[in-house]
């Protein structure tokens, strides 16, 4: 059965100066209520509730294709190929594959999942799969460029794309990083890859002319594309001028941090062990650490939390050094009771509980995304009430005034895009707007939950302005609240003294009685 539905095609190739890359089209974005944890360790995490994107419009950014319309078979994303599970054509199919659907707007962590799942994967094979994807994640524009240079038409169906931008990914690591497999062996797969799936056998042929054209051309095509700002800096052209607007002096920093593959973080609950005690468990299993906050510990190797020592007896949670920030600023004190709104995965939430015995409640829009709350509490040995609702709704809540409030509000998460590589293109100019109204339904309904006296933390994943300090300033002004030391912005950073992704903090204090 076929469907007919528009196709993309490039300029030709004599007209490749002025021709742009094919732009991952998504319809919809990541979201704490959608995603859960993602990324090569599981301490990232979009906010809650994020509505799903709209398509692109003239305003967000120009279409740098042309449409044609033919007649197109619907891809074949489940088909499991006959190869090796511990092949790397079977990782690049799969890797192909998760791409295609994030290009349909689905989450990067909820299309490797499909992918595992469609294709029987070996704990190796998801490894291997799962790397791939994320390398090419942060290497899209880059990837999609040299196609549009080396082609004469995108590649169809999306797989087939995916699949050549996964190789090219391998072939072109970033700046000062060594390439993961051989060259021959990378095109030898890919080939192979190809030949493997009914969609685009018969492409095997222009995917081993590609590779070996981008081997042979490797530096005029570089040096082609590097001039053009979506293949340099790997974002939307959009959302690099948002940071070059909001952080003039530090835009190019800015996004290179968000093209680093991000650190395994440890929060060390000292409820059951100190932070020099820990770095000699880890030291005596053999595992590099450096301490880059107060209870935070940076593994020099990330490795399945499996491996961590004393992780499954509540030891320590993963949780990145810029999130460790929360509980402090709330000033817990024993017998309290304390908001977690948009709670889920839990990593507050259990921080929180870890630094003072109070009477928690956990709430989130996400019922299937608060079993992961409950997980981590089991784990940790810790309890809180935990509750589905809006936070921007107050049918769930009983009446009484909480002493605490962390509002942990929902963002377009471009604070952690190291984390999440697939959120600058699911992501629309437009979202901000969107998701800033409802975080400010957010902060006016918790506001009235909080006693007098009592103290209310914001907290975003977010850079963009309007999410963050302009959100802060709206809101103090709205309801007279005082506005006590908070850290603000913190951009995204990593260092021998600190590592942490992009976050905002604003503490306000209600008036007393």
Request: aromatic letters at 6%; hydrophobic letters at 40%; one cysteine or more.
């Given at each position: 059965?076929?469907?007919?539905?528009?196709?993309?095609?490039?300029?030709?190739?004599?007209?490749?100066?002025?021709?742009?890359?094919?732009?991952?089209?998504?319809?919809?974005?990541?979201?704490?209520?959608?995603?859960?944890?993602?990324?090569?360790?599981?301490?990232?995490?979009?906010?809650?509730?994020?509505?799903?994107?709209?398509?692109?419009?003239?305003?967000?950014?120009?279409?740098?294709?042309?449409?044609?319309?033919?007649?197109?078979?619907?891809?074949?994303?489940?088909?499991?190929?006959?190869?090796?599970?511990?092949?790397?054509?079977?990782?690049?199919?799969?890797?192909?594959?998760?791409?295609?659907?994030?290009?349909?707007?689905?989450?990067?962590?909820?299309?490797?999942?499909?992918?595992?799942?469609?294709?029987?994967?070996?704990?190796?094979?998801?490894?291997?799969?799962?790397?791939?994807?994320?390398?090419?994640?942060?290497?899209?524009?880059?990837?999609?460029?040299?196609?549009?240079?080396?082609?004469?038409?995108?590649?169809?169906?999306?797989?087939?794309?995916?699949?050549?931008?996964?190789?090219?990914?391998?072939?072109?690591?970033?700046?000062?990083?060594?390439?993961?497999?051989?060259?021959?062996?990378?095109?030898?797969?890919?080939?192979?890859?190809?030949?493997?799936?009914?969609?685009?056998?018969?492409?095997?042929?222009?995917?081993?002319?590609?590779?070996?054209?981008?081997?042979?051309?490797?530096?005029?095509?570089?040096?082609?594309?590097?001039?053009?700002?979506?293949?340099?800096w790997n974002y939307p052209q959009w959302?690099?001028?948002?940071?070059?607007?909001?952080?003039?002096?530090?835009?190019?920093?800015?996004?290179?941090?968000?093209?680093?593959?991000?650190?395994?973080?440890?929060?060390?609950?000292?409820?059951?062990?100190?932070?020099?005690?820990?770095?000699?468990?880890?030291?005596?299993?053999?595992?590099?650490?450096?301490?880059?906050?107060?209870?935070?510990?940076?593994?020099?190797?990330?490795?399945?939390?499996?491996?961590?020592?004393?992780?499954?007896?509540?030891?320590?949670?993963?949780?990145?050094?810029?999130?460790?920030?929360?509980?402090?600023?709330?000033?817990?004190?024993?017998?309290?009771?304390?908001?977690?709104?948009?709670?889920?995965?839990?990593?507050?939430?259990?921080?929180?509980?870890?630094?003072?015995d109070v009477k928690l409640t956990a709430?989130?829009?996400?019922?299937?995304?608060?079993?992961?709350?409950?997980?981590?509490?089991?784990?940790?040995?810790?309890?809180?009430?935990?509750?589905?609702?809006?936070?921007?709704?107050?049918?769930?809540?009983?009446?009484?005034?909480?002493?605490?409030?962390?509002?942990?509000?929902?963002?377009?998460?471009?604070?952690?895009?190291?984390?999440?590589?697939?959120?600058?293109?699911?992501?629309?100019?437009?979202?901000?707007?969107?998701?800033?109204?409802?975080?400010?339904?957010?902060?006016?309904?918790?506001?009235?939950m909080l006693r007098p006296d009592g103290?209310?933390?914001?907290?975003?994943?977010?850079?963009?302005?309007?999410?963050?300090?302009?959100?802060?300033?709206?809101?103090?002004?709205?309801?007279?609240?005082?506005?006590?030391?908070?850290?603000?912005?913190?951009?995204?950073?990593?260092?021998?003294?600190?590592?942490?992704?992009?976050?905002?903090?604003?503490?306000?204090?209600?008036?007393?009685?």
């Amino acid at each position: 059965m076929t469907e007919k539905r528009p196709t993309l095609t490039l300029k030709p190739k004599a007209a490749a100066k002025s021709a742009g890359p094919a732009r991952p089209q998504a319809k919809g974005g990541p979201g704490k209520s959608a995603g859960g944890p993602r990324g090569p360790s599981p301490q990232g995490r979009p906010s809650a509730a994020i509505p799903q994107a709209k398509a692109p419009s003239a305003v967000d950014e120009a279409p740098r294709l042309r449409q044609s319309h033919e007649v197109v078979v619907p891809a074949q994303l489940d088909f499991r190929p006959d190869l090796k599970t511990d092949s790397l054509a079977f990782a690049l199919l799969g890797a192909a594959s998760t791409l295609a659907r994030v290009r349909t707007g689905t989450a990067l962590p909820q299309a490797l999942a499909e992918v595992f799942q469609a294709y029987g994967a070996t704990p190796q094979a998801r490894g291997a799969m799962q790397d791939i994807a994320y390398r090419s994640m942060r290497q899209l524009g880059r990837s999609e460029t040299l196609l549009g240079m080396m082609t004469s038409k995108a590649p169809e169906p999306a797989m087939l794309a995916g699949l050549l931008c996964a190789a090219l990914a391998l072939l072109d690591p970033p700046e000062g990083k060594q390439a993961p497999y051989e060259a021959f062996t990378v095109v030898d797969q890919a080939v192979g890859a190809a030949a493997s799936h009914p969609d685009f056998a018969h492409a095997k042929a222009m995917v081993n002319a590609v590779l070996r054209r981008f081997l042979r051309e490797r530096e005029a095509l570089l040096n082609t594309v590097l001039a053009q700002p979506l293949a340099r800096w790997n974002y939307p052209q959009w959302w690099i001028d948002a940071v070059r607007t909001a952080y003039p002096q530090q835009w190019q920093d800015v996004l290179q941090a968000g093209n680093r593959q991000p650190p395994l973080t440890l929060r060390v609950n000292q409820r059951k062990t100190s932070v020099d005690d820990y770095l000699q468990t880890l030291a005596a299993a053999g595992i590099e650490a450096s301490r880059v906050g107060p209870g935070a510990l940076r593994l020099a190797q990330a490795m399945n939390v499996a491996q961590i020592p004393g992780f499954e007896q509540g030891l320590v949670s993963v949780q990145d050094a810029g999130a460790q920030l929360a509980a402090p600023l709330l000033d817990l004190r024993d017998g309290m009771r304390v908001l977690d709104a948009c709670a889920a995965p839990g990593g507050k939430s259990g921080h929180i509980l870890e630094t003072a015995d109070v009477k928690l409640t956990a709430l989130d829009v996400d019922g299937r995304r608060l079993a992961r709350v409950d997980q981590n509490l089991q784990r940790l040995g810790l309890q809180a009430t935990v509750k589905t609702g809006a936070a921007e709704n107050a049918d769930w809540w009983d009446g009484v005034h909480y002493d605490r409030i962390l509002a942990d509000v929902p963002c377009t998460a471009s604070g952690i895009v190291r984390r999440h590589p697939d959120i600058r293109w699911l992501r629309r100019k437009s979202d901000t707007h969107q998701l800033a109204t409802l975080s400010t339904k957010i902060l006016d309904n918790l506001w009235q939950m909080l006693r007098p006296d009592g103290k209310l933390l914001f907290v975003t994943c977010s850079l963009w302005p309007q999410e963050s300090e302009a959100q802060a300033a709206a809101f103090a002004a709205r309801h007279d609240a005082v506005r006590l030391d908070a850290p603000g912005q913190l951009l995204p950073t990593s260092g021998a003294g600190q590592d942490h992704d992009g976050l905002f903090y604003a503490l306000f204090q209600k008036a007393g009685a």
